[in-house]
Every structure is written in C-alpha cells, then in structure tokens.
C-alpha cells in the first residue's frame, strides 16, 4: 500500500472515531409567535458566526443569559469585542435581524463552572434593544411559581424558537442543595426540552423566571432540565450595585463538560488535518 493511501486510510479511521454522534429529539411544542418572542435573543460569535445560546433582554440595553457559554472551549473567557446579540427573528436560518454589540460582560462573581452554580451574566449595549411589548424588557420574577409556565428557547435541532408548556418540579438529591436550581419537565409526555439550548427562558404568568443552565440529555430517561434562579442577576443589572465586572477563575469543570469539548477540540483538529491533506493530494 502506498504512503498516500496509508495516510488516507488512517484519517478515515480517524475521522470515524472523532466524530461525535449526534441525537436529534423531536421536541414538539410549537413555532413562538412574534409576540412570545419580543425578548428573546440569541448569542453569536462574531468572526464566525457560531451559536454561542439563548439570552433574554431584561431592560432597554441589558440582556441576561448563562455565563459558561461565555468561555471558549479550552477555558479561556470570550472577549465582549467576539460576542454579539441578535434580536427580531424566529429562525436562526432568518437573514433578517439586528446585532449588537456587547460593551461590557458582567458575570455573578460566585459562579462556578464544575458545580455550574450562580451561572448567570448580563451583557450591557449601548445601544438601545428591540423589545416590542413595554419597551423596557420582560419582568424578573422573584417567587417561582409551580404552574402556569413555558420554556421559550432556541431548538438545536430545528433552529427556530419553540414554545412548551411545562411544570416546575422537584430537582430531587443531586439538585436541590442548590437553592439557585430550578428543576422543571414538559406538561405533554410527548415533548422533551432535549434539544433546547442554554439560555432558554423559562416564563410563568408571563414573568422570567429562570434560564436554561443545564441541558437534558436527549437519552435521559427522567425528562429534567435544570434552570438557573434569574433573581441572581437583580444586583448585577445597571442601577443596581455592580458586583462583579471581572469573570470568575475558570475552575476544574463537570466529565460532561470536559467530555464535550475536548470532542468538539478533537472534530477541530481532524477538520484541519482533513482541509491540509486534501491540499496536498488533491
């Protein structure tokens, strides 16, 4: 066998092995109407256009979102000059929006990415954002409510904004020593918040409760997914006193979380080598 061949035979196998596969839930719900998702907003890198999550727009130029995804895959934090906000659209497909730029990132100083606790930040624009019901941004519950509630967010599989209907339950051991944990399951049995992304808003009586923190496995048998408390954002939004404007020290993060990158660094380099080698012997 030639060297060529050789080569060509070991990054097939490679790129076999590397490859992560992918479980896409058909979560069903619904498509959210324009008006469900006036203050829903997405996150994206700005030099390549990655989908970073979901945030929601709490004051004219405030957004909230989940501070993990605020990281680049190896631990380092995403400067605010790479992160941009999107806002007035359905589809992530949609070429129609607007984009903001982030004039400062404000993390909980006591979030903690191995126990993904406090994980929470506030973006800050200066310029105004779109909201198209009071002009000011959805209001921030602080009691959180049992009943009455949907989970609005950006399906990773479909691409476009989902409304379900859901109940808070009981988080059960592994959770519930978190007093910032929300834990919270679909009404019909037939929809699964699996393919939801972080940042999705969980909202009762039309109030915020909590975002999308830790997302339900496609193959998880106990349909769970584990919302962050938004209350944790009241100090860090302007007007009220800044606690934090410096990221937390990265710390050692969860298997899945470690799991997860190191494939997403693994796919990285067999793109590259793929790209290098099909210079060379095309």
């Given at each position: ?39 829903q907003v997405s996150l994206h890198l700005s030099y390549n256009d990655e989908f970073l999550c979901g945030g929601v727009i709490v004051s ?76 000011e941004g959805i209001a921030m519950e602080k009691v959180v409510p049992s009943s009455n509630c949907s989970v609005i967010g950006w399906n ?127």
């Open positions: 066998m030639s060297v060529e061949r050789k080569i060509r035979s070991y990054l097939l196998i490679w790129t076999i092995f590397s490859t992560v596969p992918t479980i896409v839930c058909d979560i069903g719900g619904r498509v959210a109407d324009e008006e469900e998702v006036s203050h004219p130029t405030e957004v909230v979102t989940v501070a993990d995804r605020l990281y680049y895959t190896w631990g380092g934090v995403l400067p605010k000059l790479v992160i941009r906000i999107r806002a007035g659209r359905r589809s992530l497909n949609e070429e129609s929006y607007q984009e903001f730029e982030v004039e400062d990132v404000v993390f909980h100083p006591d979030f903690d990415k191995k126990t993904m606790e406090n994980n929470i930040a506030v973006l800050r624009t200066s310029e105004q954002l779109p909201f198209y019901g009071t002009g990773q599989g479909t691409l476009d904004l989902r409304v379900l209907d859901a109940n808070v339950v009981q988080c059960g051991t592994v959770y519930s020593s978190y007093s910032g944990n929300v834990c919270v399951r679909t009404i019909d049995v037939e929809t699964t918040l699996c393919e939801m992304s972080e940042g999705s808003s969980l909202t009762c009586d039309n109030r915020l409760v909590a975002l999308l923190s830790i997302p339900l496995n496609c193959d998880s048998k106990k349909k769970i997914a584990v919302f962050e408390r938004v209350t944790l954002a009241s100090t860090l939004l302007e007007g009220n006193e800044t606690i934090s404007d410096t990221p937390p020290t990265p710390t050692t993060t969860s298997a899945a979380h470690v799991v997860a990158n190191s494939f997403r660094i693994l796919n990285l380099i067999t793109a590259v080598v793929s790209f290098v080698f099909s210079l060379i012997f095309q």
